[in-house]
Nanobody, 125 residues
């Protein structure tokens, strides 16, 4: 089971940007669909974005479409989440996840078998 470690969280003002990184312990190219989820206090963990094994397809939650960008660098076994135009409602713990499921138009937490420990993102108003 691949091990995942997130980094890059922090405190940012409304309208600011952050880039989250996720380091995988093994080769991810053509092996894992990678995703990001987030969990705000008192809420369930929800899908944010995913990128296919090939890197050719990306998927986003409606709430982050056009503001967040997921990418992967398989040479480094890394996945990134670039977050722009941040809003207070983006405040949450962000989790990186890996799935062996290759295809799909919608992604759920149950699709992902490996999870990182999370990184806190706080957006101040």
């Amino acid at each position: 089971q691949v091990q995942l470690e997130e980094s890059g969280g922090g405190l940012v003002q409304t309208g600011g940007s952050l880039r989250l990184s996720c380091a995988a312990s093994e080769r991810t190219a053509n092996s894992y669909t990678m995703g990001w989820f987030r969990q705000a206090p008192g809420n369930q963990r929800v899908f944010v974005a995913a990128i296919s094994m090939s890197g050719r397809n990306t998927y986003y939650a409606d709430s982050v479409e056009d503001r967040f960008t997921i990418s992967r660098d398989d040479a480094k076994n890394m996945v990134y989440l670039q977050m722009n135009s941040l809003k207070p409602e983006d405040t949450a713990v962000y989790y990186c996840a890996a799935s062996t499921r290759r295809y799909g138009s919608r992604w759920y937490g149950s699709d992902f078998g490996s999870w990182g420990q999370g990184t806190q993102v706080t957006v101040s108003s």
